[in-house]
């Protein structure tokens, strides 16, 4: 399995999520849930991570995190490793609990951590689990409708600080921000850049400059396609030269843009004129490959696009 890229730095922001392996539960009774919750304390106090936002979900977790230290991997690798051998002792059972190493977004905290939150605590209620976000228990939002002392790892005042100087007015208007996000269901990977940004165009260019630039590790696909940013026009018209049928034109044009380009799903979709939703995009691309592991001819077709991407000018 490749290895994730992870940009750490002092302050950033992210939103961290895991899964169980199979879709299968990693919280089971309220004792997983209370562990979990143990061990956020824990890596809170032990690495100085700062909670934004959690949600806990039967078989995935949420998390909005930020580090002073800079020491996302440290820290996220003992909480699912603690974890997992805690569940695993529990449960009397042994192997993975995770179906992989975790997933981080690396959030631009002045443009989107707002609609992060809102995405995370949403989780349930877009699940059906609940009708309402304060009404799930294992997440933090009922946390910033309380009032009260919230848990010692979870900071709240900073996300309500965007929206009053008054704390009851805060509570107010950001239960009403984050139920306004049921009417359209924003989703983080329709915006995200190279699979691991979240952040406004001058943000990614910073990070990429920062960060990026002069690393040496190939095994890592998000790495390969931060350094290879084609210019988009520059992918459609090599495209050109392979006139096909409109429709497979036109999944191979979002196959290529999504694989080549740091576009976004949804700069994808407004590009190519996709009437499909930003998840319909990745189930093109996947679709497409499986194709060619079946069809000879349109294997070597991808074959020769995939000569001719690798020397498109960035």
């Given at each position: ?5 992870r940009v750490e730095y002092a302050g950033a ?77 529990r449960k009397d059972r042994v192997g993975p ?218």
């Open positions: 399995m490749a290895r994730p890229l922001f992210y939103h961290v999520m895991n899964r169980g392996l199979e879709r299968r539960e990693i919280f089971s009774s309220e004792k997983d849930y209370r562990a979990f919750l143990a061990l956020c304390l824990e890596i809170h106090k032990r690495f100085q991570v700062v909670f934004h936002a959690y949600c806990l979900m039967p078989n995935h977790y949420h998390l909005m995190v930020e580090t002073p230290a800079g020491n996302l991997s440290r820290a996220m690798r003992h909480l699912d490793g603690v974890y997992t051998q805690g569940f695993n002792t609990l995770f179906q992989g190493r975790y997933k981080a977004i690396l959030i631009d905290q002045d443009a989107y951590s707002l609609e992060v939150s809102r995405y995370i605590h949403l989780n349930p209620v877009v699940a059906k689990l609940v009708r309402r976000p304060e009404d799930h228990k294992y997440s933090s939002f009922p946390h910033y409708l309380s009032g009260g002392k919230p848990l010692a790892f979870l900071e709240t005042a900073w996300l309500l600080g965007h929206f009053h100087r008054q704390a009851g007015a805060a509570r107010r208007v950001f239960h009403r921000f984050t139920m306004n996000g049921l009417k359209d269901q924003w989703r983080p990977e329709a915006e995200l850049r190279d699979g691991l940004i979240l952040g406004s165009e001058a943000f990614f260019e910073k990070i990429r400059s920062q960060y990026l630039e002069g690393r040496e590790d190939q095994e890592i696909p998000q790495l390969r396609k931060s350094r290879k940013s084609p210019d988009p026009a520059a992918i459609e018209a090599c495209l050109e030269r392979y006139r096909q049928d409109p429709r497979l034109n036109k999944r191979l044009r979002v196959w290529a843009l999504k694989r080549y380009t740091p576009l976004t799903l949804k700069q994808i979709a407004e590009r190519v004129g996709c009437a499909v939703s930003y998840s319909g995009i990745s189930q093109t691309c996947r679709r497409l490959e499986q194709e060619c592991l079946e069809n000879e001819e349109l294997r070597r077709l991808v074959s020769r696009l995939e000569v001719e991407m690798s020397n498109v000018k960035t």
